[in-house]
């Protein structure tokens, strides 16, 4: 087999970032590029400037082809933001032949994909759920069972035509092909979650800086998709408000949380202290006349504030915002019928998910177990994108091996690809106005 190059862009709110990977045979992806830029022209996970946002995903590409010492040309994109959403849909025909083809598949979901959305709107993923032949379900894979009538449940993804051309026509600018856009919780969802997880029922919150992506599955299958315009730089927001400091001072108290709600100084860090007995004295009195409670030292992370702050009430804004988060999920999820709690608990990804005791007050707020789903499956390369806030780009590589189709011989789109997904991938594509 010949070395395929796959190239995934995460194009997100507060960094762009590029990932370069070679395949060869049956191994592992190997990443052999990597960068992530400063996002610019990029609001909630919408391009807002087109000019300054192709100039940042061109700063990441470039940076990660001059690390792979390749050039690319077919790019896998993550696409998100508040009106991405999705909905569920069957399709039936009847099967043609003895026996079921790929191409009774493909007219099952032709059918399935009939149906009335405003005209704003483009489906950016089919996928199918689950197939029933006859009337027997729980099939994932139709082709070549016999039987006279196929259907097939869908879930289909759909966003705003805007979202999507506009994010196209900045890659494009820079003579690059978009093989596909992806949802940013779907491509999160494939990096991230286990089989089991998917089977017994498990929802995915990717929340990132500018949005926060959901996707929940059950029966090994995706139920529901959507994205709310809540992240972590509202925390951030809410942080500098709340504290009386600067937006790049409340970040670096959001992301050193651990640190401060510990306040772990050494003995050496005391011996240190310098200040006169007479003053310390003082001190000491005027802290009586303060706030009950901890006081948060910001002076471990090198930040002067007059204003005092007990560790109680950086943690009641932070969980405050956080539960805001968690409650306009639930309602969306609420309004689409299903419910956000679900067996195998919740799990997070994304940037805001190092939160220090995020995974705690998540369990409290759902009443579920919850955990930190970091990425794997590809070498090479990978200290840059290890940790959560790189689930997405991480995914998109997975998604493009799904494919199973060499992305950079458009040429090649109708081969024999491996497994159904693949294969309704490739043919849905063509269907894209």
């Keep these: 087999m010949a070395r395929k190059i796959i190239t995934a862009i995460d194009v997100g709110t507060s960094k762009i970032t590029t990932v370069i990977s070679a395949v060869e045979d049956d191994n592992k992806p190997t990443v052999i590029g990597v960068c992530s830029h400063p996002s610019k022209g990029i609001k909630k996970g919408v391009v807002v400037n087109i000019d300054e946002a192709t100039n940042a995903i061109s700063e990441s590409v470039n940076a990660a082809e001059r690390m792979a010492g390749v050039t690319v040309s077919d790019v896998y994109v993550s696409i998100n933001g508040d009106l991405v959403t999705s909905l569920n849909n069957k399709g039936v025909v009847a099967v043609a032949g003895s ?4 191409d009774d598949t493909y007219r099952a979901i032709e059918n399935a994909r009939t149906l009335s959305l405003p005209e704003n709107l483009n489906p950016i993923h089919i996928i199918p759920r689950e197939f029933m032949v006859d009337n027997q379900g729980g099939i994932k894979y139709p082709i070549g069972m016999s039987g006279g009538r196929l259907e097939v449940e869908t879930h289909i993804i759909t966003a705003p035509n805007s979202y999507w051309q506009n994010l ?9 092909n978009v093989y596909d856009v992806v ?3 779907w491509a999160s969802a494939v990096a991230v979650l286990t089989d089991t997880e998917k089977e017994l029922g498990v929802t ?6 500018g949005t926060t992506s959901i996707a929940i599955f059950q029966e090994g299958a995706i139920i529901y998709s ?3 315009p809540l992240g972590g730089v509202n925390i951030t927001s809410d942080v500098a408000i709340g504290l009386q400091v600067s937006l790049e001072d409340a970040e670096k108290i959001k ?3 651990d640190e401060l709600l510990s306040d772990k100084r050494t003995k050496a860090d005391k011996k240190e202290d310098k200040t006169p007995a007479l003053l310390r004295k003082i001190v000491e009195e005027k802290k009586e006349e303060k706030p009950k409670g901890d006081l948060l030292d910001l002076s471990l992370i090198n930040i002067e504030t007059e204003k005092t702050v007990t560790k109680e009430m950086l943690k009641d804004i932070v969980e405050a915002r956080s539960e805001e988060i968690f409650d306009m999920a639930k309602e969306n999820v609420e309004r689409a019928g299903y419910d956000i709690a679900m067996p195998a608990g919740i799990v997070l990804t994304g940037g805001t998910s190092l939160l220090s005791g995020i995974t705690k007050f998540t369990q409290g707020v759902f009443g579920v177990p919850a955990r930190i789903g970091y990425a794997s499956g590809l070498s090479g390369m ?3 994108i290890s940790d959560p806030s790189y689930s997405c780009v991480q995914g998109l590589i ?3 091996l799904d494919d199973d189709v060499d992305v950079n011989n458009t040429e090649n789109k109708k081969v024999d690809m491996g497994g159904i997904f693949g294969k309704i991938t490739d043919w849905f594509k063509s269907l894209l106005p």
Excluded at 99 to 102: H, K, P
Excluded at 204 to 209: A, H, K, P, S, Y
């Design 382 to 384: 990978t200290e840059e």
């Design 183 to 185: 949802f940013t919780g």
């Design 99 to 102: 026996e079921i083809t790929i």
């Design 255 to 257: 992301v050193s949380m």
């Design 168 to 176: 196209k026509k900045c890659v494009e600018q820079l003579g690059l």
């Design 398 to 400: 997975k998604h493009a």
């Design 204 to 209: 995915l919150l990717d929340i990132g800086t």
């Design 226 to 228: 959507g994205c709310i």
